[in-house]
């Protein structure tokens, strides 16, 4: 995707040669500094072996308790890892799940995606288009959840209803084995956690950066090098590349103010086409309602492969069919967005 989005970048400036001048404008270095942030953060969580002791205790349990249970665990886990990288813990562990009681995971892996969208929802950090959001608006991390903890929870029982025609993953419970945990990496991360909120609230997003970075190298150096650098160069690009194509749709008048209703199904469809943090990024300088944008572009984060970025790694790691993908993922997002369309239309969300 980084190579797409370079040549993206080389045909914008060769339309337009002041481009060059104007890209760097475009990048958001707060939502860039704290994607780093809070990379580093979700790697030292993973090595405390804190999720790891949580999926054996899954594992030991059977029946409908089990998926409810995978559904509720990916959802937290994205809201505290982002769905990216929730999801490369996520996907292995369902496949090994029910490669040990014997069922097919392919279902379960489509719903396990959506509830990695959904729960990264919840937080100003659980994925790309949140963190842009929350720095571009500078919106309060309370008030930020007062927003996003509703979506969360209709968005949490309508996947919950969407899993109840799964088999129960297997009846009987899997045999698992202890897993050891370093507390000091996991308290490490949650008080990170809590200071990267601290001061991006208050607008001091690369001091966050300086200290979280520091705090890795003295608790566990190996995670420094665990730095995903195609994955910022490719934010950067996105920022540069959909920022020109803001800038272009605007002045040809294409893309009107957008507020309420319509800034919310305009964001959701406009996701389902090009990606929902592209999206995002098209449509920030368009509409001063970030409340219906941000509902609207995590509601986009479902539906067709598309979507998210999230969507396409489960399609990799797993190698799941993209029919078998689409079975699921199109009508749960067409509910979801009668829902929100319609608390939208009457005034009652977001």
């Not at 969580?45 to 249970?69: A, C, E, H, P, Y």
């Not at 050891?180 to 996991?186: I, P, Y």
């Amino acid at each position: 995707m980084l190579s797409t989005l370079i040549l993206v970048y080389v045909l914008l400036l060769v339309l337009d040669p002041s481009f060059l001048y104007r890209s760097p404008s475009y990048v958001n270095l707060e939502a860039i500094s704290l994607i780093l942030s809070f990379m580093l953060v979700s790697k030292l969580m993973d090595v405390s072996g804190v999720f790891s002791r949580v999926s054996t205790w899954i594992l030991s349990l059977g029946g409908r308790k089990r998926v409810i249970l995978l559904l509720i665990t990916s959802e937290l886990v994205a809201a505290l890892l982002m769905n990216d990288t929730a999801l490369f813990f996520l996907i292995p562990l369902v496949v090994t799940l029910y490669r040990m009681t014997g069922g097919d995971p392919s279902d379960m892996l489509v719903l396990v995606t959506i509830g990695a969208n959904v729960g990264s929802a919840l937080t100003p950090f659980g994925n790309p288009q949140n963190i842009i959001i929350w720095s571009h608006f500078h919106v309060h991390a309370i008030s930020f959840l007062r927003v996003t903890f509703p979506f969360f929870l209709l968005s949490s029982v309508l996947l919950i209803i969407f899993s109840l025609r799964l088999p129960g993953a297997g009846e009987g419970p899997a045999r698992v084995v202890s897993i050891r945990m370093d507390l000091r990496s996991g308290v490490s991360a949650v008080l990170l956690l809590a200071v990267n909120l601290v001061l991006a609230s208050y607008g001091y997003y690369l001091v966050g950066v300086v200290v979280t970075l520091l705090v890795s190298l003295l608790v566990r150096r190996e995670v420094i090098r665990g730095i995903d650098i195609p994955l910022l160069a490719m934010f950067a690009f996105l920022f540069m590349d959909f920022g020109q194509l803001s800038h272009i749709l605007g002045s040809m008048g294409i893309i009107p103010p957008l507020e309420g209703v319509t800034a919310l199904a305009a964001s959701a469809l406009l996701s389902q086409v090009i990606s929902n943090v592209p999206a995002t990024i098209t449509l920030l300088n368009h509409t001063t309602d970030w409340r219906s944008l941000l509902v609207g572009v995590n509601l986009g984060g479902t539906g067709l492969i598309v979507g998210s970025m999230a969507n396409f790694i489960t399609l990799r790691i797993a190698n799941l069919k993209l029919g078998r993908f689409h079975r699921i993922s199109v009508p749960y997002f067409l509910a979801s967005a009668a829902v929100f369309i319609c608390l939208a239309w009457a005034g009652i969300y977001p």
